[in-house]
């Protein structure tokens, strides 16, 4: 019998869409309500409430978010399904109208979810409240304490960039970011709970302390001297905003890993014009490079989107080419896709599908080997790696300092943990390598 005004008994299901920052931010919804009573559900139960947090990356994402909410619609009938996120932020009317949804709320409405359940719960009050786009001002903190080894930390949320093909500031508002002295006090709550890794995440995290005193390398280096936090990772960080400042600042650090996520969108300097991106391609090289010099052994992932409009045959040649000549670990690539209200939609060269697909195939192959010879690197060498709790009967597994996946056996206690790994082998067409644990509590 549920409680309609305490949440008691009240059991919560939680599927969560696209970023890192949407994982922080159910984490701390989550929290939330489990402070209120609402417990997670287990497998075989049946949800109360199901939060999805959605993401409007692309058509296809927003696709698979109607998917899901009609399908735990036509499973869980009962269940009053609250929808927040980038897709709610975009399409809320269209969200409100799908099945089985009572609650839409907009990016910054979050943390209000509590309330909106409670009162749904009181008098089954359907409820839909979005601050427009335009109005986002508010940093709304959040953390994703306890459910995963490693923790996202949000520092930034929002972006002024307006990319020709992007969504995102519209879904997530103006550039904004929390004060340094509260990001350090929840890097503390972390390590207090016995964290060892943060990943700092947001929209545009270079962009930290826009419009305040404070800058991005002023918080990470606060955040370097928190006790007890032994890892840190920088989420994506655009390439003008990466200075050598901080580059030089993650050689030296002792907690801030050799790993960086850099979006380059494209390696061709008349899309990234038509893109509206704030570099070209020489820029660019010159920051890996730099990263190269500064810490040889670093993780570079870099993200592409092929198949934009305005990207020629010839256009194509001249990106693969520079992605190719580049110093990296690998590619995250991603299918361009028309998105509504792009200025995107005003560049007339437009590539069809199916070529699109043979592009993107070629770019994962040049990731493929580019990971190949990055991991190849490191075999037969000695790295510090955090364990991992192994899912269902799996041997233990974790990374690297320099972000690449070790499975290894080694006793469930070291969860948690960081242990020097021996790095072995490859694991044939997979990015992972076995390694063997390389200290007296084997
Ligand atoms: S930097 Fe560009 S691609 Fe990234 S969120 Fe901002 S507008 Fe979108």
New binding site residues.
């Given amino acids: 019998m549920i409680d309609t005004t305490t949440f008691s008994g009240t059991k919560a299901l939680f599927h969560t869409f696209g970023c890192k920052l949407n994982f922080a931010e159910t984490s701390t919804v989550a929290r939330l309500l489990g402070e209120e009573g609402v417990r997670r559900v287990q497998r075989g139960e049946t949800p109360d409430i199901i939060v999805v947090n959605t993401c409007s990356v692309t058509e296809l994402a927003d696709k698979k978010c109607r998917q899901a909410i009609r399908g735990f619609a036509r499973r869980y009938p009962d269940a009053a399904i609250v929808v927040t996120g980038c897709y709610a932020q975009l399409k809320s009317a269209e969200v409100a109208a799908l099945p089985g949804v009572k609650i839409v709320a907009g990016t910054n409405q979050k943390l209000m979810l509590v309330d909106y359940i409670r009162s749904w719960m009181a008098d089954r009050t359907a409820r839909l409240d979005v601050t427009p786009s335009a109005e986002l001002r508010e940093f709304v903190p959040s953390c994703s304490r306890g459910d995963r080894t490693r923790y996202f930390l949000k520092v930034q949320d929002g972006?002024d960039?307006?990319?020709s093909y992007?969504t995102?500031?519209r879904a997530r508002g103006r550039s904004r970011s929390g004060s340094i002295s509260s990001l350090v006090e929840q890097a503390r709550e972390v390590a207090r709970e016995g964290g060892k890794e943060i990943v700092i995440t947001g929209?545009?995290i270079g962009d930290f302390g826009k419009g305040t005193s404070e800058t991005f390398l002023d918080l990470i280096r606060a955040l370097d001297d928190v006790e007890g936090i032994e890892r840190y990772r920088i989420s994506s960080i655009?390439p003008n905003l990466l200075t050598e400042e901080i580059i030089r600042f993650v050689a030296t650090s002792k907690r801030f890993m050799p790993h960086f996520h850099v979006?380059l969108q494209s390696g061709s300097d008349k899309v990234l014009a038509l893109m509206r991106r704030h570099y070209d391609t020489s820029h660019f090289r010159e920051k890996m490079e730099m990263i190269r010099r500064y810490i040889p052994d670093a993780f570079i992932g870099v993200d592409l989107i092929v198949g934009a409009r305005g990207e020629t045959p010839e256009e194509f040649e001249t990106s693969r080419s520079f992605v190719e000549s580049l110093p990296i670990s690998r590619l995250h690539v991603f299918t361009y896709s028309e998105r509504p209200g792009t200025r995107a939609l005003d560049i007339d060269y437009i590539v069809d599908p199916a070529e699109k697909h043979r592009r993107t195939r070629i770019m994962l192959a040049i990731s493929e080997q580019k990971l190949a010879d990055f991991t190849r690197r490191f075999l037969g060498t000695v790295r510090p790696v955090l364990l991992e709790h192994p899912n269902k009967g799996k041997t233990m597994s974790g990374f690297t300092d320099n972000y690449l996946r070790v499975n290894l056996s080694a006793p469930a206690e070291l969860d948690n943990h960081i242990v020097p790994v021996a790095l072995d082998i490859m694991i044939d067409d997979s990015e992972e390598i076995t390694g063997t644990l390389q200290t007296d509590t084997k």
């Fill in positions: 972006c960039y307006w990319c992007c995102i500031p929209v545009n655009e979006p």
